[in-house]
C-alpha cells in the first residue's frame, strides 16, 4: 500500500517537471521480455515527457495490496491553466458554502477556512470563494454565508467555527416552495440595476425581454428600467413591462440555481408573469400581452385613484355602501384591502375615515373599476389567438382565490376581466397554504405582498424571502434570502451556475479534516484483559490433529 502512494506522488511529480525518471540500478533487463520487439523501453536516464500536441500526459499507476487487492487508475495532468482567463466580474456580495458530513467536521472547516484568509491577498478572495463553492461537493451538513470581502467572511467563518452560528441538514423532503409574484406599484428607479451588472444570466434575460419588445414599445426596456429620466415609471404602459421583464429575469436567475416554485400565486399584474412562470404563456407571448395591456389601462380615463384601508375586511366591506361609486380592487388580507373609484370619492372617503384607517395611493388610474372597463374587450381580442397551455404546477386564479383549472387558465375571458375585477389575494394565499407551503419568494421589485400573506397566514413555521428590495443592496439582499432558503434545509443549489461567465478560477484551499477515531485493544486502565473462551473444535480438526501426532 506504501508503493501504491509512494507511485502516485512520483507520478505527478513527473507531470508537473515534465520528465520521466530512471529507473535506479538497471544494468541487465530481465531476459524474458523482448524490448526490442516491443514499443516499449526502460527509461536509464531521464526523459523528457512531451506528447504529441493537444494530447495531455496520462500515465497507468499500479499498486498491489498485501490482501490480494490490486489496483490500477490512469492519472492525466490537470489542463493548462488559460492565460486568457478572465479576472473575476466584481460582485456586491458573495455566498459561501461550508458543508461536510457531519457537523464537527463542518465547523473544523470553517476554522482551517479562516486561519487560510488571515493571510490571503485581498485580490484572491473571489478564487477562493469560487473554490469552495464548486470545487467541494454538497454534503448532508452545510451553513451559507452571505459575505461582501475576506474580513467579513472570516467574521462568519469564525462564528460557525466557534457553534455561534447553526448549521442546517439537508432534508431529502421539504416543505413547498411558493413563489409569488407581485404587481403594479411595486415599481421604482434602476430597479435590479446592480443584478444587471453583477449577475450575467439576469442581464441576458434583461436583454432577451428588451428585444422581444422592441416591436411592442416606444422605449428601450433599459431606458425604462436604468435612465435617470424621471417619471417613465410612473406610466402604466412603461410600469408594466418593467415589473414582468424584472420578475422574468428573477425567476429565470433563481431557476438557473436550482430554486423552482411547487406553486404560483400572482397579485394582478403579476399573475401573468405567475402564469408564464407555471407555463400557460411563452415568454415572447407574455411581453406581448403586458405591453398591450399597459398601453389599453393607460389610454383608459385618468380621472380615478385608489386608497389602501385598514381594518377587518368585513367592516370595510360594509361601511362601502355608504359610499357609491367606490369599489373593492383586492382583497389583500383579514385586515387590509384597496379600494378604486372616481378621485372625488375616494378623497371624500379618506377624510371621512382618517389617516389611520386609509391612504390614497399614488396611482395614475382607478384599476380595478368601471373606469377599466374599455380596456376588457380589446384586451379580450390580443388574447383570442395567443396559445395558452394548463399550468405545469398549481396556480392561484386572482379572481376566484382558487385554484386556475385547464379551462380558466386557457381562456382568454379569464386575463381580460381580470382589468377590471377586484383580486382575490387573501382567499388565494389561505389556498396557497393550505396546500402545503411553508417556503414563499416574493418575486419584484418591492416586496408589498409579504406583509399581507403573513398577515393572512400568521404561521410562525412559515419561511419568507424576498428578492429585490428598494434602497437595499440588490445583490447582497438577494444572496441573503438564498442563503435563509438553504440554511433552512430545503434544496441544493446549483454551485456552477451561480458562478458561470463571473470569470476567476480554482485555487488551492483547505481540505476536509481526516475524521480520526483512536482505537485501542489495550484493557482498561488497572484492569485485567478477560481470557477468551476456549474454542470447541470441528471433530474432523481432531482427527487432523491426532494424525499430525502420529496417534492412530
Not at 467572511?153 to 409574484?181: D, I, W
Not at 424621471?230 to 412603461?238: E, F, P, R
Given at each position: 500500500?506504501?508503493?501504491?502512494?509512494?507511485?502516485?506522488?512520483?507520478?505527478?511529480?513527473?507531470?508537473?517537471?515534465?520528465?520521466?525518471?530512471?529507473?535506479?540500478?538497471?544494468?541487465?533487463?530481465?531476459?524474458?521480455?523482448?524490448?526490442?520487439?516491443?514499443?516499449?523501453?526502460?527509461?536509464?536516464?531521464?526523459?523528457?515527457?512531451?506528447?504529441?500536441?493537444?494530447?495531455?500526459?496520462?500515465?497507468?499507476?499500479?499498486?498491489?495490496?498485501?490482501?490480494?487487492?490490486?489496483?490500477?487508475?490512469?492519472?492525466?495532468?490537470?489542463?493548462?491553466?488559460?492565460?486568457?482567463?478572465?479576472?473575476?466580474?466584481?460582485?456586491?456580495?458573495h455566498l459561501l458554502k461550508v458543508t461536510a458530513p457531519n457537523e464537527s467536521a463542518l465547523r473544523q472547516i470553517a476554522?482551517?477556512?479562516?486561519?487560510?484568509?488571515?493571510?490571503?491577498?485581498?485580490?484572491?478572495?473571489?478564487?477562493?470563494?469560487?473554490?469552495?463553492?464548486?470545487?467541494?461537493?454538497?454534503?448532508?451538513?452545510?451553513?451559507?454565508?452571505?459575505?461582501?470581502?475576506?474580513?467579513?467572511?472570516?467574521?462568519?467563518?469564525?462564528?460557525?467555527?466557534?457553534?455561534?452560528?447553526?448549521?442546517?441538514?439537508?432534508?431529502?423532503?421539504?416543505?413547498?416552495?411558493?413563489?409569488?409574484?407581485?404587481?403594479?406599484?411595486?415599481?421604482?428607479?434602476?430597479?435590479?440595476?446592480?443584478?444587471?451588472?453583477?449577475?450575467?444570466?439576469?442581464?441576458?434575460?434583461?436583454?432577451?425581454?428588451?428585444?422581444?419588445?422592441?416591436?411592442?414599445?416606444?422605449?428601450?426596456?433599459?431606458?425604462?428600467?436604468?435612465?435617470?429620466?424621471?417619471?417613465?415609471?410612473?406610466?402604466?404602459?412603461?410600469?408594466?413591462?418593467?415589473?414582468?421583464?424584472?420578475?422574468?429575469?428573477?425567476?429565470?436567475?433563481?431557476?438557473?440555481?436550482?430554486?423552482?416554485?411547487?406553486?404560483?400565486?400572482?397579485?394582478?399584474?403579476?399573475?401573468?408573469?405567475?402564469?408564464?412562470?407555471?407555463?400557460?404563456?411563452?415568454?415572447?407571448?407574455?411581453?406581448?400581452?403586458?405591453?398591450?395591456?399597459?398601453?389599453?389601462?393607460?389610454?383608459?380615463?385618468?380621472?380615478?385613484?385608489?386608497?389602501?384601508?385598514?381594518?377587518?375586511?368585513?367592516?370595510?366591506?360594509?361601511?362601502?355602501?355608504?359610499?357609491?361609486?367606490?369599489?373593492?380592487?383586492?382583497?389583500?388580507?383579514?385586515?387590509?384591502?384597496?379600494?378604486?373609484?372616481?378621485?372625488?370619492?375616494?378623497?371624500?372617503?379618506?377624510?371621512?375615515?382618517?389617516p389611520r384607517r386609509a391612504r390614497t395611493l399614488n396611482v395614475s388610474h382607478a384599476f380595478h373599476s368601471a373606469h377599466?372597463?374599455?380596456?376588457?374587450?380589446?384586451?379580450?381580442?390580443?388574447?383570442?389567438?395567443?396559445?395558452?397551455?394548463?399550468?405545469?404546477?398549481?396556480?392561484?386564479?386572482?379572481?376566484?382565490?382558487?385554484?386556475?383549472?385547464?379551462?380558466?387558465?386557457?381562456?382568454?375571458?379569464?386575463?381580460?376581466?381580470?382589468?377590471?375585477?377586484?383580486?382575490?389575494?387573501?382567499?388565494?394565499?389561505?389556498?396557497?397554504?393550505?396546500?402545503?407551503?411553508?417556503?414563499?419568494?416574493?418575486?419584484?421589485?418591492?416586496?408589498?405582498?409579504?406583509?399581507?400573506?403573513?398577515?393572512?397566514?400568521?404561521?410562525?413555521?412559515?419561511?419568507?424571502?424576498?428578492?429585490?428590495?428598494?434602497?437595499?443592496?440588490?445583490?447582497?439582499?438577494?444572496?441573503?434570502?438564498?442563503?435563509?432558503?438553504?440554511?433552512?434545509?430545503?434544496?441544493?443549489?446549483?454551485?456552477?451556475?451561480?458562478?458561470?461567465?463571473?470569470?476567476?478560477?480554482?485555487?488551492?484551499?483547505?481540505?476536509?479534516?481526516?475524521?480520526?477515531?483512536?482505537?485501542?485493544?489495550?484493557?482498561?486502565?488497572?484492569?485485567?484483559?478477560?481470557?477468551?473462551?476456549?474454542?470447541?473444535?470441528?471433530?474432523?480438526?481432531?482427527?487432523?490433529?491426532?494424525?499430525?501426532?502420529?496417534?492412530?
Amino acid at each position: 500500500p506504501a508503493a501504491g502512494l509512494a507511485g502516485l506522488a512520483k507520478t505527478i511529480l513527473a507531470m508537473r517537471h515534465h520528465t520521466i525518471p530512471a529507473t535506479l540500478h538497471l544494468n541487465t533487463p530481465n531476459p524474458h521480455i523482448d524490448f526490442n520487439a516491443s514499443p516499449f523501453y526502460p527509461a536509464t536516464e531521464p526523459v523528457t515527457w512531451q506528447p504529441p500536441a493537444g494530447v495531455p500526459r496520462r500515465a497507468g499507476l499500479s499498486a498491489f495490496g498485501m490482501g490480494g487487492v490490486n489496483a490500477h487508475v490512469i492519472l492525466e495532468e490537470p489542463p493548462v491553466p488559460n492565460s486568457e482567463t478572465r479576472p473575476p466580474l466584481p460582485q456586491q456580495a458573495h455566498l459561501l458554502k461550508v458543508t461536510a458530513p457531519n457537523e464537527s467536521a463542518l465547523r473544523q472547516i470553517a476554522g482551517d477556512y479562516d486561519d487560510h484568509l488571515a493571510d490571503l491577498p485581498d485580490e484572491g478572495f473571489a478564487d477562493f470563494v469560487r473554490t469552495a463553492n464548486v470545487g467541494r461537493t454538497d454534503h448532508r451538513h452545510r451553513a451559507v454565508l452571505t459575505v461582501t470581502d475576506r474580513e467579513s467572511a472570516r467574521k462568519g467563518l469564525r462564528a460557525v467555527a466557534s457553534g455561534e452560528v447553526g448549521v442546517s441538514t439537508v432534508l431529502n423532503q421539504s416543505a413547498p416552495t411558493a413563489f409569488v409574484f407581485t404587481g403594479q406599484g411595486s415599481q421604482h428607479p434602476r430597479m435590479g440595476r446592480t443584478l444587471y451588472e453583477t449577475e450575467p444570466a439576469y442581464r441576458r434575460t434583461i436583454d432577451e425581454c428588451a428585444r422581444l419588445l422592441t416591436p411592442h414599445t416606444d422605449t428601450p426596456l433599459t431606458t425604462i428600467l436604468f435612465a435617470d429620466e424621471q417619471g417613465l415609471l410612473d406610466q402604466t404602459q412603461h410600469a408594466q413591462v418593467a415589473i414582468v421583464s424584472t420578475q422574468v429575469a428573477l425567476t429565470t436567475l433563481l431557476r438557473s440555481w436550482g430554486i423552482t416554485p411547487d406553486m404560483a400565486i400572482g397579485h394582478s399584474l403579476g399573475e401573468l408573469t405567475a402564469a408564464w412562470a407555471t407555463g400557460v404563456f411563452d415568454l415572447p407571448d407574455l411581453l406581448r400581452l403586458t405591453a398591450i395591456r399597459a398601453r389599453l389601462m393607460q389610454r383608459q380615463p385618468s380621472t380615478g385613484t385608489m386608497a389602501a384601508i385598514t381594518g377587518p375586511t368585513e367592516e370595510t366591506t360594509r361601511a362601502l355602501h355608504d359610499h357609491p361609486g367606490v369599489e373593492v380592487a383586492s382583497h389583500n388580507s383579514p385586515t387590509h384591502m384597496t379600494v378604486t373609484g372616481p378621485a372625488q370619492k375616494i378623497t371624500e372617503l379618506v377624510e371621512q375615515w382618517g389617516p389611520r384607517r386609509a391612504r390614497t395611493l399614488n396611482v395614475s388610474h382607478a384599476f380595478h373599476s368601471a373606469h377599466m372597463e374599455d380596456a376588457v374587450q380589446p384586451f379580450t381580442q390580443a388574447l383570442a389567438d395567443t396559445p395558452m397551455r394548463a399550468p405545469r404546477v398549481p396556480l392561484v386564479n386572482g379572481l376566484t382565490g382558487d385554484w386556475h383549472t385547464t379551462q380558466t387558465a386557457t381562456d382568454p375571458h379569464t386575463w381580460a376581466t381580470q382589468i377590471r375585477q377586484p383580486v382575490r389575494f387573501h382567499p388565494g394565499v389561505t389556498a396557497v397554504h393550505a396546500s402545503g407551503a411553508r417556503h414563499y419568494w416574493e418575486i419584484g421589485p418591492q416586496p408589498h405582498l409579504t406583509p399581507h400573506a403573513r398577515s393572512t397566514i400568521g404561521d410562525t413555521h412559515t419561511h419568507w424571502y424576498t428578492t429585490l428590495r428598494r434602497n437595499h443592496p440588490e445583490q447582497r439582499s438577494l444572496y441573503q434570502s438564498v442563503a435563509a432558503y438553504l440554511n433552512a434545509g430545503v434544496g441544493r443549489l446549483d454551485w456552477d451556475a451561480l458562478h458561470a461567465d463571473k470569470g476567476g478560477r480554482t485555487v488551492t484551499i483547505p481540505g476536509y479534516p481526516f475524521a480520526r477515531q483512536n482505537l485501542s485493544a489495550e484493557p482498561a486502565h488497572g484492569r485485567r484483559a478477560p481470557e477468551p473462551p476456549p474454542v470447541a473444535a470441528h471433530p474432523l480438526v481432531d482427527s487432523m490433529d491426532e494424525e499430525r501426532r502420529g496417534t492412530p
